[in-house]
């Protein structure tokens, strides 16, 4: 069964600062992963996905994520803390294969940015 | 512009009485998913359906019911069944591929007193 850990249900950081927000999944086969942001009483957005095309994934308003096997890890980041990136990140992992196909998130993680 | 439609945005209701929520989509996808959201948890599948006429129980599916006559809608109903019924619901709808991402509604919050 696939599964997805965030590390951190709160994180903060300075305006301008690295923003680094952590996710490692459980699959026995490299799966689809996925990066959402939700905003207060709004559905979710995707930020960016991985498909296996190419490790380093370039996503809307400057985040990134690197797809790294060996630690089995999808951690996103940004250089550079925007006051309007304060929002809850899901990270979200679906399987490969045909089907019927569940898309499992993560806890959540609340990113503060503090001027 | 294509989207997913939740109504009502909020929605209060009597313990015991069953309500259903509803959810419109016009992006032309084969599969919707229903999510439920409480503060710390994530989000966790209620139900899924892959084509009209036929969906699947999630993690949580105790206590709600879906149906999918045409394509384009997906209705949760939330029965006096359910134990905990207050949360923030949500949406979504994909391509019948298993790498496209979902595309979310802007959510249902449900308040049962």
Redesign the interface.
Known sequence: AQSVTQLGSHVSVSEGALVLLRCNYSSSVPPYLFWYVQYPNQGLQLLLKYTSAATLVKGINGFEAEFKKSETSFHLTKPSAHMSDAAEYFCAVSPQGGGYQKVTFGTGTKLQVIP | DGG?T?SPKYLFRKEGQNVTLSCEQNLNHDAM?W?RQDP??????IY?S?IVNDF?K?DIAEGYSVSREKKESFPLTVTSAQKNPTA?Y?C?SRKDI??S???????T?LTVT
Do not use: E, K, V
Not at chain 2, 40 to 45: F, K, S
């Open positions: 997913i939740q998913y999510y710390g948890q994530g989000l966790r599948l899924y892959q699947q999630g923030f949500l979504a298993t790498n991402p979902l595309h979310f509604g802007n959510g919050r």
